[in-house]
């Protein structure tokens, strides 16, 4: 297994955490990451790739293979498609509606299935 660290300075989360008003993005113009931009970052994806996608789905070109189980099954992005895990972890990090913890708490399984574990670090 993995270790990835979400630290609370660089996340970039849905709701009233949303700083910036920029939506969903894996990379924001400010440096915040959701999770799937922290994950991205560690699979070594370029902020250039990153900065402005909405989705994995919206990555152009080839998707690593550790990023591959957030998009679609063609590993290639021209089809706009996320993968089910993909679209539970969006959802979960934007919902505006839960705390930090429980954003953390619903992401650790689905983190876990691809052999990442998550480490939070609210405090960095």
Same mark, same amino acid.
């Given at each position: 297994?993995?270790?990835? !660290?979400?630290?609370?300075?660089?996340?970039?989360?849905?709701?009233?955490? %949303?700083?910036?008003?920029?939506?969903?993005?894996?990379?924001?113009?400010?440096?915040?990451?959701?999770?799937?931009?922290?994950?991205?970052?560690?699979?070594?994806?370029?902020? *250039?790739?990153?900065?402005?996608?909405?989705?994995?789905?919206?990555?152009?070109?080839?998707?690593?293979?550790?990023?591959?189980?957030? @998009?679609?099954?063609?590993?290639?992005?021209?089809? %706009?498609? %996320?993968?089910?895990?993909?679209?539970?972890?969006? !959802?979960?990090?934007? %919902?505006?509606?839960?705390? *930090?913890?429980?954003?953390?708490?619903?992401?650790?399984?689905?983190?876990?299935?691809?052999? @990442?574990?998550?480490?939070?670090?609210?405090?960095?």
């Amino acid at each position: 297994m993995q270790r990835m !660290v979400i630290k609370g300075s660089e996340w970039h989360r849905g709701g009233k955490f %949303n700083n910036g008003g920029e939506g969903s993005r894996l990379l924001t113009s400010s440096g915040k990451r959701c999770c799937l931009g922290i994950h991205g970052r560690h699979c070594k994806i370029p902020d *250039d790739r990153l900065r402005g996608a909405t989705y994995p789905s919206s990555l152009i070109g080839v998707i690593p293979k550790c990023y591959r189980p957030w @998009v679609g099954e063609t590993y290639h992005t021209a089809f %706009n498609i %996320n993968s089910l895990m993909g679209s539970q972890a969006a !959802v979960i990090n934007d %919902n505006a509606k839960t705390t *930090d913890k429980e954003k953390i708490a619903a992401l650790r399984p689905i983190f876990r299935r691809i052999g @990442v574990i998550i480490v939070w670090r609210p405090d960095l």
